[in-house]
Structure formats: structure tokens, C-alpha cells
């Protein structure tokens, strides 16, 4: 932590956690630690995550396939969280570096572009239009306009989830070490 309480952070690290944010794995009493729930985590995250896309792209033939595809997906970020996963993990992935503000930023504009488009080609707000194309391996696909405003909502509520994560996390990450001190 700075001693610098009045920096100016620039616009790298202006959102990033002064602490860490997510414990380590690394549990100083061996007998404490749950080697099964970190096991279930790896093996349920990408399930989980993959049956969160799913629910995106099928409910958007019914309302909510943004929002609860978001909220399994929030759901496996959270049970990474728990079983005790590093920072750039449990985050978004080692490969792919995003700040849970800027997901959340990413998803909002996505949704309000969806919802406004059609005013561009004098539909109402929220309209939708369908899209049928013949795909070579999957065959008759129909694409579905309010798919852009679902995804939108599913990066906006995973972005809220990691960002209540990451929040959550550096109070009891700062806790932790004022404990053990």
C-alpha cells in the first residue's frame, strides 16, 4: 500500500484494488483448507460458465437470457472466489485481462446501442428483427436482434459481480493481515 494518500492515479490503475483482493490458496494452517471445494471449482467454473452462454443464447427467444446467463456466470466467478482462486483467475481469466468496470461499461453501451438502433430505421425502441442465415455446420440459424441486448446485459452483470468481488475481497484481504499482525 502507498504512503501516498493524495496520488493522482493515472488512468491505468485509477479502479485497481490499493491490496490484494483474493486470497492466495495458500492457507497457513494446512488443516483448514478445502481441498475439495477447490477441486469442484475447477472442475464446475468452465461448466458452469458454459451453461451460462447457453442460457444467453437460447433465452433469447424468451426475456431473460442476458440477465440469468449473467447470473450463473456471476455464480461461478463467486464459487471461484470462495474455493480460494488467485486475482487474475478468478477475475476474467489469466489470458484475458478486463476490469470489472469496464465490462460493466462494455455491457451497458452494448444494451443501449440495441435498444436505440431501431429508432435509426423508424421502429420503436426495442424492437427487434430476425436474421435467418444458412450456416455449413450447424445448418438453418435464425439470428435474433435482441441477442446484442442480452449479451450487453450478460457482460453487465457479470462486470457488477467481479466489481462486488473485487470489493468484497480487498476488506477481507485487509482484515486477514490486520489479524495476523
Known amino acids: 500500500m502507498s504512503t501516498d494518500h493524495h496520488r493522482t492515479p493515472s488512468w491505468d490503475d485509477w479502479d485497481y484494488p490499493e ?11 494446512r488443516t483448514n483448507r478445502t481441498l475439495m471445494l477447490e477441486m469442484a471449482a475447477r472442475v464446475l467454473f468452465p461448466t ?12 433469447h427467444y424468451a426475456p431473460g437470457g442476458g440477465f440469468s446467463g449473467g447470473l450463473v456466470a456471476g455464480l461461478a466467478f463467486v464459487l471461484r472466489y470462495i474455493a480460494g482462486g488467485d486475482a487474475e483467475g478468478a477475475a476474467i481469466g489469466s489470458r ?23 429508432v435509426a430505421f423508424g421502429n420503436p425502441v426495442l424492437s427487434s428483427a430476425m436474421l435467418s442465415v444458412d450456416v455449413p455446420v450447424l445448418g438453418h440459424v435464425d439470428l435474433v436482434s435482441s441477442l446484442i441486448l442480452d449479451v450487453g446485459v450478460y457482460l453487465l452483470i457479470i462486470g457488477v459481480v467481479l466489481d462486488l468481488l473485487r470489493s ?14
Open 96 to 118: 484475458i485481462r478486463l476490469r470489472p468496470p469496464l465490462l460493466v461499461g462494455i455491457g451497458l453501451l452494448l444494451a443501449v446501442l440495441a435498444a436505440f438502433a431501431p
Open 48 to 59: 458452469v460458465l458454459v451453461f451460462s452462454v447457453y442460457l444467453l443464447i437460447v433465452g
Open 19 to 29: 491490496g490484494e483482493w483474493m486470497l492466495s490458496g495458500e492457507c497457513p494452517v
Open 168 to 181: 468484497l475481497g480487498s476488506a477481507i484481504e485487509r482484515d486477514e493481515r490486520e489479524a495476523r499482525r
